[in-house]
């Protein structure tokens, strides 16, 4: 096994996660899940699919490069870049093609698949650089989005990036 293999494999674990994740909320509503999973139909609740499972296969990641005794550095920072990469790739590509077209199931999930193979093709980029001073100011940084998406789900913006068109609401109860 070797970090190009993990990160290879994540792809397609991150990709199925995704799908399981979309639906948690829904079917268990609680204080937990409204932090991790999206809660709503809005563009930012979605983002949600880019963190959660990347924090996952951090875990899993970390424990097949012991098992394995795989070399690696950055992990923690991986993550971050992986997820901040993710939601801002994504919407930047996201928004102006919704924008310019109807919406399509089969843009948002072609889009979702290529987000998720270009960051961990910069994963795999990161854990196999020399070990860099900035990974350890990761987990901090891992909780500063944690903290704001959990904000923002609850104190949610009221623009369109926040507004659920299908429910007619702004985050986790707010309705218009």
Do not use: A, R
């Not at 199925?16 to 999973?37: E, G, R, V």
């Not at 097949?64 to 550095?73: A, D, L, S, V």
């Not at 996201?94 to 290529?114: A, K, Q, R």
Request: include cysteine; hydrophobic fraction near 50%.
């Amino acid at each position: 096994m070797t970090i190009k293999k993990v990160k290879i494999i994540d792809v397609f674990i991150i990709f199925s996660l995704c799908f399981l994740f979309h639906f948690i909320y829904q079917k268990f509503p609680n204080i937990f899940t409204s932090l991790f999973f999206p809660v709503n139909e809005s563009i930012w609740e979605h983002m949600k699919l880019f963190l959660t499972p990347y924090l996952l296969i951090t875990l899993i990641d970390y424990n097949t490069f012991k098992i394995f005794k795989i070399n690696n550095n950055n992990l923690l920072l991986s993550t971050v870049v992986s997820i901040l990469f993710s939601i801002i790739f994504y919407l930047t590509l996201y928004i102006p093609i919704n924008n310019t077209f109807t919406e399509s199931m089969f843009i948002n999930i072609s889009l979702m698949f290529i987000t998720i193979s270009l960051s961990q093709l910069i994963s795999y980029w990161l854990l196999t650089k020399e070990k860099l001073i900035i990974n350890k100011t990761s987990p901090y940084v891992i909780v500063l989005i944690l903290l704001l998406f959990s904000y923002l789900t609850y104190k949610p913006i009221h623009n369109n990036l926040f507004y659920d068109k299908t429910n007619n609401k702004y985050g986790i109860n707010i309705y218009l």
